[in-house]
DNA sequence: TAGACATTACATCGATCGGTGTAGCGAATG
DNA sequence: CATTCGCTACACCGATCGATGTAATGTCTA
């Protein structure tokens, strides 16, 4: 289980299957997409992907490994730029969403339509596979976002029993439209909108309290 | 567009079809899921399928529709038998969470595995029909919610500016392990938990503010 | 220069799948 | 009884797809 495989080809035509398979891997799924379009995309023989990869599978899970990988460095980095050291805690939450969220449209964007075919198709992966992915993925992201919000906690700003928990809210508040608009991600003014709205969420709730400066019935 | 078909074949027979079909539209998704294998599902001659219906695409927007019918009139009747009347609001809102949950793990279930899947060939799918879903299901249910906790904010209990959007959270925050951790579905316990941090963070997030009762420096 | 290796185009195989045609069976209706 | 209609079983077609075989071309290195 621990072998390391050696590389076999060339890399740079490697690295061409490997994008081209991510590009079309998001788009229409492990079924849909056929070894044929992945080499034309990738500009390489039909030949080559089996001179590379001995299965479809296996090209799939590189892929994902990959692309997982990628895309946590970039999160790890936005988390530590931005919340490494806070000033103003509810405006760098939101900018550290604005940053979160601009991942998602990057050149990154192909990663999370993978993650939504990994989604679909999570029944069919072996469990082994699936937790190793979603520790080396999300699951590193959230451990490092816990381990910023438990640093904030600790110099009394925030009251935070469970980090990971936090963390888990966190991220789900600053792209709460997400889900329901997608559209909305291309509207730079209704999106700093929705994750203030998120932060703020995450910050305060929606529980109605009685000031401090004015008094209240 | 509006033109209705009239039902042809016997009714009992289509039903067979439509619930097989979701069974194994959600367990293998549009591609992998066979007409053959659907039609074993549901005790059904391969043939009969086409009688009922014109084509796979056809009858997978009327699995989607119908699922879809049922998930958000269960959705809407848990929202007002919970959040009709509060009384504790926190503990309310709990209750409320866990019967939420608890569709996720009825007989329900494959409806989301059916969603993700959806949201996997979601570039696929015509932008109508997709608006149509959204309004109608998820759509749906999150102004009922909204609608709910309106009338909450207006009793004087919650501080909500945009309803729809705090229903959003109120949704997101229950099932936040959800979608990280979904073996905990099934640990009555750790689910409550789950919801019970949820609502907490729904209702006052995680800013450390000085107590009412003791001074703090 | 010679040999090893990667890549390429092309052909092919076996399997699956969506969809159709057909003929026969059974039940309900008149 | 005769007709109609829906269901079933079965065979079949065309297309797609994963995967392999093969022979030729190109490229790098000893």
């Known amino acids: 289980m621990t072998e390391r495989k050696k590389p076999v080809g060339q890399p740079d035509k490697r690295r061409a299957i ?8 998001a788009r229409d799924g492990y079924t849909r997409a056929g070894l044929d379009a992945i080499a034309a995309e990738a500009g390489v023989s039909n030949r080559t992907i089996y001179n590379h990869f001995t299965d479809k599978a296996e090209l799939f899970q590189t892929v994902i490994q990959e692309s997982t990988r990628r895309v946590a460095d970039t999160m790890v980095d936005i988390i530590d730029r931005h919340l490494s050291k806070v000033v103003d805690l509810e405006a760098d939450l939101v900018d550290f969403g604005m940053a979160w969220l601009g991942v998602l449209t990057s050149d990154l964007a192909p990663h999370f339509a993978l993650i939504r075919q990994i989604n679909a198709e999570i029944e069919h992966i072996p469990p082994a596979a699936l937790e190793l992915w979603r520790d ?3 699951g590193r992201t959230r451990r ?11 110099r009394g700003e925030l009251a935070i029993d469970d980090p990971a928990r936090a963390a888990g809210h966190l991220m789900l508040l600053i792209s709460a439209d997400n889900l329901t608009d997608r559209a909305a991600l291309h509207d730079e003014s209704a999106l700093r909108e929705m994750v203030a709205a998120g932060v703020h969420t995450f910050l305060h709730g929606y529980v109605r309290r009685p000031r401090h400066d004015a008094g209240e019935q």
Chains 1, 2 share one sequence.
């Open 136 to 138: 080396s993925g999300p």
């Open 144 to 154: 490092e976002l816990a381990e910023r919000l438990r640093r904030i906690a600790e």
């Open 18 to 25: 490997v994008t081209g398979a991510l590009t079309l891997f």
